[in-house]
């Protein structure tokens, strides 16, 4: 299932069912899970592993020295789970030494067109990356995040888990899980209400939820006092949690 004119190299390994196509260069230390689609005109290489059943469609670059002049060569990584689709023209490139090596992707994930993950970012699953939206170095992206089309991430920012972002949002600082975010800077306009109906979150959740926004963002608190109140809340409401355990790590600080 390699088309004749695509060049594998001899040291890639390759699974049962991949399909590799026209023109597409696949490099010495790429590993390809089953069943995975490489459309025509795909430059793979680097100490890149993808996992099965992924699309990869023309003229993705993947796995690609970073754009870091401090890079000198050191054989980092690009992993790429199970069930993605990356669509056209994207590009992700390998990690660096000075973070952990390694630029990640999970599973699940829908990449749309013109997408950019720079060195080191990490990437959970389920998320939804919409056309041409950029991610600098070091950037964390948590499951089931949705970025609208041209949204910017600055490096080392965290994008918790359930958050959606607006057409052209550009994020300097850590978005809270839950919240609907757009705008330049970016601001916050609630929660992902809608999104959290569509993941099975229940009503009362939901309720309590949009509770916790208006404690960090409507209440005149501090973020010391709103951490405090939340820690009240999440003693019935255990999805608040994962709120508080996003403050607790935030280095950078949060949109507020």
């Known amino acids: 299932m390699i088309h004749p004119t695509a060049i594998v190299h001899s040291g890639a390994r390759l699974g049962d069912g991949v399909s590799v196509g026209a023109y597409s260069l696949i490099g010495e230390h790429v590993e390809i899970g089953d069943r995975t689609w490489i459309g025509p005109h795909v430059v ?25 002049k401090k890079y000198a060569g050191e054989p980092t990584r690009l992993e790429i789970g199970d069930r993605n689709t990356i669509r056209e023209f994207c590009t992700f490139n ?3 030494a000075q973070d952990a090596g390694v630029t990640r992707l999970g599973n ?20 939804i990356f919409a056309n041409n939206a950029t ?39 850590d978005v809270p899980p839950y919240m609907t975010v757009g705008g330049n800077p970016t601001a916050p306009h609630g929660i992902n209400a809608e999104g959290l ?31 405090r109140s939340l820690e009240e809340q999440s003693r019935t409401v255990p999805e608040i949690t994962l709120l508080l355990d996003f403050l607790a790590k935030s280095t950078r600080g949060i949109i507020r």
């Open 44 to 68: 793979i290489s680097g100490h890149t592993r993808i996992g099965r059943d992924n699309r990869i469609f023309q003229f993705s670059s993947l796995g690609e020295v970073p754009q870091d």
């Open 94 to 96: 390998l990690g660096t």
């Open 108 to 127: 699940d994930n829908w990449v749309m067109a013109y997408v950019h993950v720079a060195h080191d970012c990490q990437i959970g699953n389920q998320t």
């Open 135 to 173: 991610l600098a170095g070091h950037v964390t992206v948590d499951d089931y995040v949705i970025l609208g089309g041209f949204t910017g991430v600055h490096q080392f920012c965290h994008v918790g888990a359930h958050c959606i972002t607006g057409i052209s949002s550009v994020i300097t600082m």
């Open 197 to 227: 109906r569509r993941r099975g979150f229940s009503s009362a959740a939901i309720l309590a939820l949009r509770r916790a926004y208006k404690t960090l963002y409507k209440s005149g608190l501090s973020l010391a006092d709103a951490r």
